[in-house]
């Protein structure tokens, strides 16, 4: 089967992060990403957001690579670039200089604060993005500060996968009037936007209260993790009435006046201090055989090693092994497409192949070589 992203060719510039995380993207549904390392020491051939690229080592600072550059985005769809605003334009290669030769190119550009704004060239972190945001400050306990999360919400979520969206939608309109454009993602707009179930009116679930009282953010009895007796972690998520009827039953607490009233605040306190030491009385394992598989909503709280040897996500092939590390695998699935199985090469395996398809003569390839404008693996230009 074909990759749903066969056929489109992404020109990636080498950064951290978001950036990388979008071209692993595009790279696993069958995109072909070219990843423009800089000079210097050979990066790691570990990385599983570097996966399925192919690559080479160009030195920006020089003309001729700049013009190398301009050959291969001459015969892209797309452009990533995840530097600080004004640092592509001060190089030559910023939208307005690219899109005059290839006007059909959609320009990618991944930062934290965006391309405009009074903090656009500062520089900042997934925490400092969803602090501006409002994402961050919902998340916690009540009475504690706000605990840096993985940078899963504004990175990956707010930043690479609003970028790789973004994309998609430019190119699918630049295929319709043939016209390129710019895409500004920011990782502050994308957190935000994220958060926006939380801007409905708050009903019963007070969306917009204090720090800690959202029955998502931990404030309800029947939505939390829990120890066990051999300390480790549960996550019941039993939010429908039917569902934590369920639970009550399965451990119970059917006939409990205590939980009578699931959706009344006043009693979860008390509720979940009950369910706290109920949990302790068995081990993990114990509550997985009670409850995994029920309408309850229960899991198993596993670690990044424990989760690859679960039933359900060894039975779907949720991860797998490539190049020596157990990693996940592309997401989603599709009926009628596949996506691609993970490589990793070294950095600038394939700098005199892309050369020679972006038209530059042997004897041109070999003297960008000498010249150190490029380099193979493991050399530094």
């Known amino acids: 089967m074909t990759a749903p992203l066969a056929g489109l060719r992404i020109v990636e510039f080498a950064s951290i992060g978001p950036g990388p995380f979008a071209g692993?993207?595009?790279?696993?549904?069958?995109?072909?990403?070219?990843?423009?390392?800089?000079?210097?020491?050979?990066?790691?051939?570990?990385?599983?957001?570097?996966?399925?690229?192919?690559?080479?080592?160009?030195?920006?600072?020089?003309?001729?690579?700049?013009?190398?550059?301009?050959?291969?985005?001459?015969?892209?769809?797309?452009?990533?670039?995840?530097?600080?605003?004004?640092?592509?334009?001060?190089?030559?290669?910023?939208?307005?200089?690219?899109?005059?030769e290839n006007p059909r190119l959609v320009y990618g550009r991944m930062t934290g604060w965006g391309q405009s704004g009074p903090l656009a060239r500062a520089a900042g972190h997934d925490l400092n993005y969803i602090a501006l945001s409002g994402a961050l400050h919902g998340?916690?306990?009540?009475?504690?500060?706000?605990?840096?999360?993985?940078?899963?919400?504004?990175?990956?979520?707010?930043?690479?996968?609003?970028?790789a969206f973004g994309m998609l939608a430019a190119m699918f309109a630049a295929r319709a009037h043939g016209r390129g454009q710019v895409v500004d993602a920011a990782i502050t707009d994308g957190s935000a936007l994220l958060m926006a179930m939380f801007h409905s009116a708050g009903g019963t679930m007070n969306w917009n209260g204090p720090r800690g009282t959202n029955p998502l953010g931990g404030a309800a009895p029947f939505y939390d993790t829990y120890e066990t007796a051999d300390g480790l972690h549960v996550a019941l998520a039993a939010i429908e009435p039917q569902f934590f009827a369920d639970f009550l039953c399965r451990v119970g607490l059917q006939n409990d006046a205590a939980f009578a009233a699931q959706m009344d605040t006043a009693t979860w306190r008390a509720a979940k201090t009950r369910l706290a030491a109920l949990f302790k009385t068995r081990?993990?394992?114990?509550?997985?055989?009670?409850?995994?598989g029920t309408d309850v909503c229960f899991a198993p709280v596993l670690s990044l090693a424990?989760?690859?040897?679960?039933?359900?996500?060894?039975?779907?092939?949720?991860?797998?092994?490539?190049?020596?590390i157990t990693q996940p695998a592309p997401a989603p699935r599709y009926s009628e497409s596949a996506a691609v199985?993970?490589?990793?090469?070294?950095?600038?395996?394939?700098?005199?192949?892309?050369?020679?398809?972006?038209?530059?003569?042997?004897?041109?390839?070999?003297?960008?070589?000498?010249?150190?404008?490029v380099a193979g693996p493991g050399r530094a230009a």
């Open 283 to 292: 081990t993990r394992a114990d509550w997985c055989a009670m409850l995994e």
């Open 306 to 324: 424990e989760a690859p040897g679960h039933p359900h996500n060894a039975a779907r092939g949720t991860f797998l092994e490539a190049f020596g």
């Open 24 to 100: 692993m993207m595009f790279a696993d549904h069958g995109a072909e990403v070219i990843r423009i390392e800089r000079p210097g020491p050979p990066s790691s051939n570990r990385e599983v957001l570097h996966r399925s690229r192919r690559s080479l080592v160009v030195d920006l600072k020089r003309a001729e690579g700049i013009e190398v550059v301009k050959a291969l985005t001459c015969r892209a769809d797309g452009v990533i670039e995840g530097l600080r605003p004004g640092v592509m334009e001060r190089l030559g290669l910023g939208p307005d200089a690219l899109l005059a």
């Open 139 to 163: 998340m916690g306990r009540s009475g504690e500060a706000p605990p840096p999360p993985l940078n899963l919400v504004g990175d990956f979520g707010g930043g690479a996968m609003m970028l």
């Open 341 to 373: 199985t993970p490589t990793l090469v070294p950095a600038g395996t394939d700098t005199e192949t892309l050369l020679a398809e972006a038209g530059f003569t042997p004897a041109r390839i070999a003297q960008l070589l000498a010249d150190g404008v």
